[in-house]
């Protein structure tokens, strides 16, 4: 799989197709929270599904709107510059692994697809604003020998 020099509107449209599934899951797992409480019902899991659903909703909102700022560049409704200013993805908060144990799984596994997401869309963003520059050793000896070359001419 080769590399990629440069963001693309195909890659951008890919990821905000995919945030929009995975934000609609998290909408309606976490829509639960906000009903009454039932009589009997455990207050740690619904604390935790209070504090990782913030948390989750949160992770998502950042990256669509990463997402939508990049869509709107490649519209030409924002300058690269306008993007690179106010357009960089918040970090991450991390899940409490004890608020993660008094969930479900399924629930769990949907707060670790959101988190991987996040990582990501954060590598992309990190890559993006260096500008995809890349420190790999075969990089750097093809970058020695072009050098070596061009002192010979």
């Known amino acids: 799989m080769s590399r990629t020099t440069n963001l693309s509107r195909p890659i951008i449209e890919a990821l905000y197709s995919e945030a929009l599934v995975l934000a609609d899951d998290v909408r309606a797992v976490f829509a639960l929270g906000v009903r009454e409480p039932q009589i009997g019902e455990d207050a740690t899991v619904r604390l935790a599904l209070s504090t990782e659903g913030l948390k989750t909703t949160t992770r998502m909102m ?20 306008q993007v690179r200013r106010n357009g960089t993805l918040p970090a991450d908060r991390d899940s409490d692994p004890t608020a993660l144990a008094a969930l479900e799984p399924e629930t769990c596994d949907l707060i670790a697809e959101t988190e991987r997401l996040h990582q990501r869309i954060a590598r992309l963003d990190e890559a993006w604003r260096s500008g995809f520059e890349m420190a790999s050793p075969a990089r750097a000896i093809h970058s020695r020998l072009e050098r070596r070359l061009s002192d010979l001419r």
Do not use: P
């Open 62 to 81: 950042h990256v669509l709107a990463w997402l939508l700022n990049q869509r709107a560049f490649f519209s030409g409704d924002l300058s690269e510059a």
